[in-house]
């Protein structure tokens, strides 16, 4: 085991001996204490609108407030999400640029720590505060083995960490370092247009869950208008004709039973459902993790109460 996987295995100890410090935390960093305020208000928001639904017997209050305390919830963790994706992307588009760097220095005839830290001095987006971090870890007088290993760790993205540990790989080995670093380049290249492939690839997939939940949707507000509306207007008219008469209704008594406003929250809350999990699989399909769907989740979600809104399904069955 290397001694840089050692420290970090024991921070991650001490983590859970000093819970205090990690509680403490989540008020002093700016990123956590906005993540943690905006949990509390999702919940004091489901709280508050389940309370409300109770005493009013209202249960669209409680659906809505549920919806809004959940978004209150996802959605700054969703919008960190997606801007450590757009890191990590930004990391694996320059890796290439960054390994030509290398290439074009050493040919110069410079050694490859010196060519690590010409390429530190350029912009390369996201890549950039890492190889300035690796740049002062050799400067200071760290080994090159242990710099490289804290750099390929700190990257985070599987690219990048297959290529730091092959940069280290020929650093130890030597020899023509320059035909190393190109297979390098060569791979990484590589590893990119498959990526892309991938992604063009299984775009249909995600237009088709969009496509599904529209549908869906559709279903849903002819429902909504065009079936229980009527349903609530025939149950009016018999209630209307005959409210103080003794008239057998025969079967149609059992429309009288039918609970329109419960079947209208019930494809409500069927419209939900399949926003979440059809955004988590739209997460997964594209981008490869459940965390990348929470955009799309988002907006189903969005969707979902703007129809509902729209149709006025609260005061549907009343």
Do not use: C
Request: glycine share 8%; hydrophobic share 50%; proline share 3%.
């Amino acid at each position: 085991m290397s001694l840089v996987t050692k420290i970090f295995k024991k921070k991650k100890k001490s983590a859970f001996i000093t819970p205090p410090f990690k509680i403490a935390s989540l008020f002093t960093d700016k990123k956590k204490r906005q993540t943690t305020l905006s949990g509390f208000a999702g919940i004091v928001i489901i709280i508050i609108s389940i309370q409300a639904a109770n005493i009013l017997n209202e249960q669209t209050i409680a659906n809505f407030g549920v919806i809004a305390g959940a978004m209150a919830l996802i959605v700054p963790f969703g919008l960190d999400q997606m801007k450590k994706k757009r890191d990590n992307d930004s990391i694996d588009d320059n890796l290439p640029m960054f390994v030509l760097s290398l290439i074009s220095s050493i040919e110069s005839g410079n050694s490859i720590l010196h060519a690590v830290e010409e390429a530190a001095g350029r912009e390369m987006g996201s890549l950039t505060p890492h190889l300035k971090n690796l740049r002062a870890n050799i400067s200071w007088g760290m080994p090159h083995k242990l710099s490289f290993e804290f750099f390929t760790l700190r990257l985070g993205t599987p690219l990048s960490k297959r290529v730091g540990t092959l940069l280290a790989i020929a650093l130890d080995m030597g020899g023509d370092v320059v035909s190393t670093l190109e297979l390098v380049q060569k791979h990484v290249t590589e590893m990119q247009h498959l990526e892309k492939q991938r992604k063009s690839e299984l775009a249909p997939y995600v237009y088709t869950i969009y496509i599904a939940f529209v549908v869906f949707l559709i279903i849903n507000a002819l429902l909504v208008v065009s079936f229980f509306a009527e349903m609530g207007n025939i149950q009016q008219v018999m209630i209307e004709k005959t409210e103080g008469k003794d008239i057998d209704l025969g079967m149609f008594q059992t429309i009288l039973t039918v609970d329109v406003k419960g079947l209208t929250d019930l494809m409500f809350n069927m419209a939900i459902i399949e926003a979440i999990f059809g955004g988590m699989a739209a997460g997964k399909i594209s981008e490869g993790s459940f965390t990348s769907g929470i955009k799309h989740m988002i907006v189903m979600l969005i969707a979902s109460v703007v129809l509902y809104t729209v149709l006025g399904a609260s005061s549907v069955g009343t």
